[in-house]
T-cell receptor, first 114, second 108 residues
Framework: DGGITQSPKYLFRKEGQNVTLSCEQN?????MYWYRQDPGQGLRLIYY???????QKGDIAEGYSVSREKKESFPLTVTSAQKNPTAFYLC?????????????FGPGTRLTVL | QKEVEQNSGPLSVPEGAIASLNCTYS??????FFWYRQYSGKSPELIMF????GDKEDGRFTAQLNKASQYVSLLIRDSQPSDSATYLC????????FGKGTRLHILP
């Protein structure tokens, strides 16, 4: 089955720790995205990548880092510099090209800071 | 700042009635428009997309687009309790922007 997987489903972080959220897709999509969703809020873009070894900051990149070493993988690291990281994190991917291509979402990771 | 606006709700609709969800956007260069459904604690899933003015129907769902008024809507006919969810409008120009979503509650 083609799709996007995210792990872990739930993650707990202590103050001052860096944590890495995994995102893998087997859809052969070029573009991948990380969003953050807070209760009652829409999706805010953290980082995106349209090609391997290249990525761009989104609207709220501070305190986060990413890498894109493989087409299939786009991990997100939440660093200790992110002061309020508790949120629902969503990874998405899409084909680059036609404007009407939808974004497919993974199941999400819920991060809680203890 | 390019924006996508939705009424946060909750919008309460009796079972079997038509639910009407609305979305306005600021970027006139937007080319394609998406409606996602998101159940509590889950990730968004695509319901409809539209890119031409007018109506597009898929089963109980109809998307309506009016580019002149910068307005897109989603109609859900014969609403079911399983339609209770948050509906996100997304607008794509040079990048995709999501609205904050409208919570829909179908009353049994």
């Amino acid at each position: 089955d083609g799709g996007i997987t995210q792990s872990p489903k739930y993650l707990f972080r202590k103050e001052g720790q860096n944590v890495t959220l995994s995102c893998e897709q087997n859809l052969n999509h070029d573009a991948m995205y990380w969003y953050r969703q807070d209760p009652g809020q829409g999706l805010r873009l953290i980082y995106y990548s349209q090609i391997v070894n290249d990525f761009q900051k989104g609207d709220i990149a501070e305190g986060y880092s990413v890498s894109r070493e493989k087409k299939e993988s786009f991990p997100l690291t939440v660093t200790s510099a992110q002061k309020n990281p508790t949120a629902f994190y969503l990874c998405a991917s899409t084909v680059v090209g036609a404007s009407y291509n939808e974004q497919f979402f993974g199941p999400g990771t819920r991060l809680t800071v203890l | 700042q390019k924006e996508v606006e939705q009424n946060s709700g909750p919008l309460s609709v009796p079972e079997g009635a038509i639910a009407s969800l609305n979305c306005t956007y600021s970027d006139r260069g937007s080319q394609s428009f998406f409606w996602y459904r998101q159940y509590s604690g889950k990730s968004p899933e695509l319901i409809m997309f539209i890119y031409s003015n007018g109506d597009k129907e898929d089963g109980r769902f109809t998307a309506q687009l009016n580019k002149a008024s910068q307005y897109v809507s989603l109609l859900i006919r014969d609403s079911q309790p399983s339609d209770s969810a948050t509906y996100l409008c997304a607008v794509k120009g040079d990048k995709i922007i999501f609205g904050k979503g409208t919570r829909l509650h179908i009353l049994p």
